[in-house]
């Protein structure tokens, strides 16, 4: 699973597309780089899951981020 994410900054909208753009453009990297696109799921979460406070620059930089997460089949 990819999951993309924002800071606060702009609006819902916009944070959710860019979200999504993030997730995807990492994995379209793994499927150049030889990742089967079956096994992979991208999402985005726009603001909605910060990981620190948005009031500082350093908090946004860490909620600017895509996670991948490993799931067992």
Same mark, same amino acid.
């Given at each position: $699973? *990819? #999951? &993309?994410? /924002? ?5 819902? =909208?916009?944070?959710?597309?860019? $979200?999504?753009?993030? =997730?995807? !453009? ?9 990742? !089967?696109?079956?096994?992979?799921? $991208? /999402?985005?979460?726009? #603001? /909605? *899951?910060? *990981? +620190? $406070?948005? %009031?500082? =620059?350093? &908090? %946004? +930089?860490?909620?600017?981020?895509? #996670?991948? %997460?490993? *799931? %067992? #089949?």
């Amino acid at each position: $699973s *990819i #999951e &993309g994410h /924002t800071d606060s900054d702009g609006s819902n =909208a916009l944070n959710q597309t860019l $979200s999504e753009n993030r =997730a995807a !453009a990492v994995k379209n990297y793994l499927i150049e780089n030889g990742i !089967a696109s079956d096994r992979l799921r $991208s /999402t985005g979460f726009g #603001e /909605t *899951i910060p *990981i +620190a $406070s948005n %009031k500082t =620059a350093k &908090g %946004k +930089a860490q909620n600017r981020r895509v #996670e991948v %997460k490993l *799931i %067992k #089949e």
